[in-house]
Structures are given as C-alpha cells and as structure tokens.
C-alpha cells in the first residue's frame, strides 16, 4: 500500500514548456486535490475531484487543468510554464462520507527559469 | 469557511507540554475545527479534529471553548521531532468542502 505518490520528484522547466504533475493514490479515495506552497508560505488549493469525471477550482486555478478519468489518478497539467509557478505542489486524497482525514503525497519540487 | 487565527512561532521546551491556541470567532455551528501539521519540506499530516467536545488521540489532545470560538491543541510531551508548522483550520462538515490552510504556528521544540 504505497498511499499517495506523486512524480516527479523536482523537475526544472522553462518559461513556456508545459508538464504534466502526477498523483496516484490506492486508497480507493474519491476525493483528491492540488495544493501549491510557495517559500515560507502555507498551502493554496488549485483544483479538487470528488470523484471520476468531477473536477472544481480552487483558490488559485489559472493557469493549470485538470482531468479525472479514473479514481487512482489526478494528474496537473501546466499549459504554458512561468516562473511566477515556481513551487512545490502537493497532492492530497481523503476517502470516507465526510472525508475528515487528508492524506498528502511527498511533493513535487518545480522550478521554472 | 470561518478565519482562523495562530501565533506565528512558539518554542516549547523537550518534554514538555506544548499548547497551540487558535482563534475561530466566526466559526459556525456545523464547522469542524481541524488540525495539520507539515514538518520540513514534507506533505502536510492529519493530528486531530473536533466539532465541540474535547477529543484526544494518541498524537495530540483538542480543546475548544464551550463557546467554539477558540480551540488549543496540545502536545502533551514534546519531542524535537515535533518542531513544525501547525495549522489549524475550520472547515464544513461536508466531506466535499476542501481544506483551506493559513499560515500557521511555526512550533520550535527546543533541547
């Protein structure tokens, strides 16, 4: 049971690239979301599901898309990369009727130049 | 979802008790009070959260006020592994309502 995993760990772009934020759970959690700290900051919500096909915005969506297409994945597309994305984004995923409990993935470090 | 308002940074002594208040003056009658914490550089971590009764787990114990408007986590033997940033953060009881975090109380545990 690995919980909740996001890849790639660090990654370096360039202003206008796009990529693409995994987020994979096996908890079977019909609920997950994207969440970005930017240094000495707290998080910030970019987007949520509450299940496959059912996505919502967050705070600070502009900018990234999502899909969901299955329950297990999330992933985060950045369309067109700005340095002003630097920052490390976190996936969560919580399970249950009124899902009180998040779980956090590691993190996925970006740096754009 | 109601405000909430934390201490920027404590520091609490190795071993002892460690007492985090959080103000929630506009909290509503079906708002949780919930608290995370996120250790250097790692995800944020679930501790703790409550509706009205105190609640104790084997991380952390939660009092809130009768009135709910604020709430103090306590860690009741702190250890260095404890130094984080402690959130805490009122959210609806619907289990579709996303986390909203603050800034936090960055906790020093100190030797």
């Known amino acids: 049971n690995a919980g909740v995993t996001q890849t790639p760990k660090f990654q370096v772009l360039k202003t206008g690239q796009s990529m693409t934020l995994q987020c994979a759970q096996d908890m079977n959690h019909e609920y997950m979301s994207w969440y970005r700290q930017d240094p000495g900051m707290g998080l910030r919500l970019i987007h949520y599901s509450v299940g496959a096909g059912i996505t919502d915005q967050g705070e600070v969506p502009n900018g990234y898309n999502v899909s969901r297409s299955t329950t297990e994945d999330f992933p985060l597309r950045l369309l067109s990369a700005a340095p002003s994305q630097t920052s490390v984004y976190f996936c969560?995923?919580?399970?249950?009727?009124?899902?009180?409990?998040?779980?956090f993935g590691p993190g996925t470090r970006l740096l754009v130049l | 979802d109601a405000k909430t308002t934390q201490p920027t940074s404590m520091d609490c002594a190795e071993g002892r008790a460690a007492n985090l208040p959080c103000n929630h003056s506009?909290?509503?009658?079906?708002?949780?009070v919930y608290w995370y914490r996120q250790i250097h550089s790692q995800g944020p971590q679930y501790i703790i959260h409550?509706?009205?009764n105190n609640e104790t787990n084997e991380m952390a114990s939660l009092i809130i006020t009768e009135d709910r408007k604020s709430s103090t986590l306590i860690l009741p033997h702190a250890t260095l592994r404890d130094t984080a940033v402690y959130y805490c953060?009122?959210?609806?009881?619907?289990?579709?309502?996303?986390?909203?975090f603050g800034k936090g109380t960055r906790l020093s545990v100190i030797a």
């Open positions: 953060i009122v959210r609806l009881t619907s289990g579709n309502t996303p986390l909203v």
């Open positions: 506009t909290i509503s009658g079906n708002e949780y």
């Open positions: 409550g509706l009205k």
């Open positions: 969560a995923t919580s399970g249950g009727a009124l899902r009180t409990t998040q779980y």
